[in-house]
């Protein structure tokens, strides 16, 4: 076990809809950081924040947006989907902005129909 | 871009076999790590080894880094079922504050 916490599990939505991502990072990590798997992209990095702040930003898409909440809880907002936006979402933890360990959560598999 | 890129992209072994996989990258690093990805599960780090070190042991796996050829192997000895998984380099990419993965080397352990 992770300590990394990811919910929903499995999202099943439509074209054009709005879904949340949420995730808990392991106790302790200041640092969360969002990744998009797919089997044609592989992992991508999409952006990390560090102690309530952005620090980093990766590929991710304008549709796309992220925060994380004074309690270190993030959560990835995915909007106006496409299909292509089906893939499994990561968030992974870690204590600090250096790139040591990451701890990653089991992901939210996402589904656009 | 990728920065990692892993050789073989998959491998099929008998239990008891060693595993060799190879991961390649493109710009200078600090340190580059090797993650294990189960079927349908999150990725788990398994070893980090630093640019200034050349080989390093966790277990059953050896990790080797040559930074003159960018290159690092993962050696799993003895291999067993439970090791079937998906193995991802990852390097720091030379200071862009993020991760790059490689797209990951497919194992499967034989019983």
């Known amino acids: 076990d992770s300590g990394v916490t990811q919910t929903p599990k499995h999202l099943i939505t439509a074209t054009g809809q709005r879904v949340t991502l949420r995730c808990s990072p392991r106790?302790?990590?200041?640092?969360v950081y969002w990744y998009q798997q797919s089997l044609d992209q592989g992992l991508q990095f999409l952006i990390q924040?560090?102690?309530?702040?952005?620090?980093a930003k990766g590929n991710i898409l304008e549709r796309f947006s992220a925060q994380q909440f004074p309690d270190l809880h993030s959560e990835l907002n995915l909007s106006s989907l496409e299909l292509g936006d089906s893939a499994l979402y990561f968030c992974?933890?870690?204590?600090?902005?250096?790139?040591?360990?990451?701890?990653f959560g089991d992901g939210t598999r996402l589904s656009i129909l | 871009s990728q920065q990692g890129e892993e050789d073989p992209q998959a491998l099929s072994i008998q239990e008891g076999e060693n595993a060799t996989m190879n991961c390649s990258y493109k710009?200078?690093?600090?340190?580059l790590q090797w993650y294990r990805q189960n079927s349908g599960r999150g990725l788990v780090h398994l070893i980090l080894?630093?640019?200034?070190?050349r080989e390093k042991h966790s277990g059953r796996l050896r990790v080797t880094l040559d930074t003159s050829k960018k290159s690092s192997s993962l050696l799993i000895t003895a291999s067993r079922a439970a090791d079937t998984a998906s193995y991802f380099c990852?390097?720091?990419?030379?200071?862009?504050?993020?991760?790059?993965f490689g797209k990951g080397n497919q194992v499967v352990v034989i019983p």
């Open positions: 992974a933890s870690s204590p600090n902005t250096q790139l040591g360990p990451q701890h």
């Open positions: 990852a390097t720091d990419a030379g200071g862009n504050n993020r991760l790059a």
């Open positions: 710009t200078s690093i600090n340190n």
């Open positions: 080894i630093r640019s200034n070190e």
């Open positions: 106790s302790g990590d200041l640092s």
């Open positions: 924040y560090y102690n309530g702040e952005e620090r």
